[in-house]
T-cell receptor, first 108, second 114 residues
Framework: EDQVTQSPEALRLQEGESSSLNCSYT??????LFWYRQDPGKGPEFLFT???AGEEKEKERLKATLTKKESFLHITAPKPEDSATYLC?????????FGKGTRLSVIA | GAVVSQHPSWVICKSGTSVKIECRSL??????MFWYRQFPKQSLMLMAT?????????EQGVEKDKFLINHASLTLSTLTVTSAHPEDSSFYIC??????????FGAGTRLSVL
């Protein structure tokens, strides 16, 4: 059964304190690994798609990386507006499977 | 990026009534749309895949007669929760497939059944 596990469940950072979020996946025939941002009461906002191990993508303070078993979302010098839930999802032979997300709080 | 509009954003209804939620792709055509359900602090759970012009494909455990899906055009899919009960209260989110590997999501609909 395809599974996506994210850790930690919640993360509290001071503004400027860099960190990483983890996404472990077990998916048959991985077609893509996705990162989304979700604000409270809103739908997920697309951030990145990664397709193969070793691939990296960046957007502002966010950088996503992919290995054969995990993906990391690195947040460099976060700001309070980066506070949100970050969702990881994997697409394989079955429809998109989501993790439960990491709730990030960035304190000024 | 592509825009997916979902309406309404919040609905309150009485137990036993039906509620329709609309999902529209505003600037692209979507032959495939998806409907998800999300409980607080939980992941998105796929309910069904909606294909334009054909019957929806439901995930295991999702009642077809309770959650009616219609995808009558390339830009509109609807989810109707029939005879809603309090246990149907949840956050429902639709998405539209832009390409093979990319989906864009609507803003979600919070359903509260009294």
């Amino acid at each position: 059964e395809d599974q996506v596990t994210q850790s930690p469940e919640a993360l509290r950072l001071q503004e400027g304190e860099s960190s990483s979020l983890n996404c472990s996946y077990t998916v048959s025939g991985l077609r893509g690994l996705f990162w989304y941002r979700q604000d409270p009461g809103k739908g997920p906002e697309f951030l990145f798609t990664l397709y193969s191990a070793g691939e990296e993508k960046e957007k502002e303070r966010l950088k996503a990386t992919l290995t054969k078993k995990e993906s990391f979302l690195h947040i460099t010098a976060p700001k309070p507006e980066d506070s949100a839930t970050y969702l990881c999802a994997a697409s394989g032979n079955t429809p998109l499977v989501f993790g439960k997300g990491t709730r990030l709080s960035v304190i000024a | 990026g592509a825009v997916v509009s979902q309406h309404p954003s919040w609905v309150i209804c009485k137990s036993g009534t039906s509620v329709k939620i609309e999902c529209r792709s505003l600037d692209f055509q979507a032959t495939t749309m998806f409907w998800y359900r999300q409980f607080p602090k939980q992941s998105l759970m796929l309910m069904a895949t909606s294909n334009e012009g054909s019957k929806a494909t439901y995930e295991q455990g999702v009642e077809k007669d309770k959650f009616l899906i219609n995808h009558a055009s390339l830009t509109l899919s609807t989810l109707t929760v029939t005879s809603a009960h309090p246990e149907d209260s949840s956050f429902y989110i639709c998405s539209a497939r832009v390409s093979e590997n990319i989906q864009y999501f609507g803003a979600g609909t919070r359903l509260s059944v009294l």
